[in-house]
């Protein structure tokens, strides 16, 4: 069944929030660097690439939402989407998201489901894991503090998720879209640091 197109234009961002803004800055840095340093310029090009295969991943796998009779208002989806991206770093409870769409628990778990085809749990964990994918791909922060930013309990707790969405660790996932030749280019760091200065510039 497809969509329909009023629900999909009012509940669906096109592009992660982040993901305009850091490619923007990694393709600026790509532009720098490329006559003073080729294996920086293409590490910065394959972190680009990346950020738009997870995106294009993203949208791919996104459920999109369904008007259909007993599940979720448009004006209640809009909230939830608001909430639950604002709260990734935080527990969110069922009872919070039930509130906000002025349901009980009970009705809000089968009207969430009939409309997403997954639970909340379920669409809270794919969320973050996708803030943590964008994370590794634009900045040098350490798993313990990614994990931290999307939500997870701790670095264990990301990769045992991490692992049963995409069958390989993290750090493995991120190295082979990091640096094509599957280890560290020279410079790794310099890029990293590049795309934090940029984003103080932008600040």
Known sequence: ???????????????EPDILP???????SVRKEFD?????????LIRAAS??????DRQATEPCAQNKTGGLAAWQIRRLNVFIEARLDQPVRLKELSAISKLSTAYFSR?????????PHAYIV??????????MLTTDLLLSDIAARCGFADQAHLCRLFRQQYAKSPAAWRRERTDSRGHEVVGALRVARMVG???ADQG
């Open 126 to 135: 794919r969320h973050r894991l996708e803030r943590a994918e964008s994370l």
């Open 51 to 56: 950020l738009l295969r997870v995106e294009i």
């Open 197 to 199: 200065a940029n984003d």
């Open 1 to 15: 069944m497809q969509c329909q197109p009023n629900i999909k234009k009012n509940t669906t961002t096109p592009m």
């Open 22 to 28: 850091s490619l923007v800055k990694l393709l600026e």
């Open 36 to 44: 003073a340093d080729r294996e920086v310029a293409k590490a910065l």
């Open 111 to 119: 009207a969430f489901k009939l409309t997403f085809r997954e639970t």
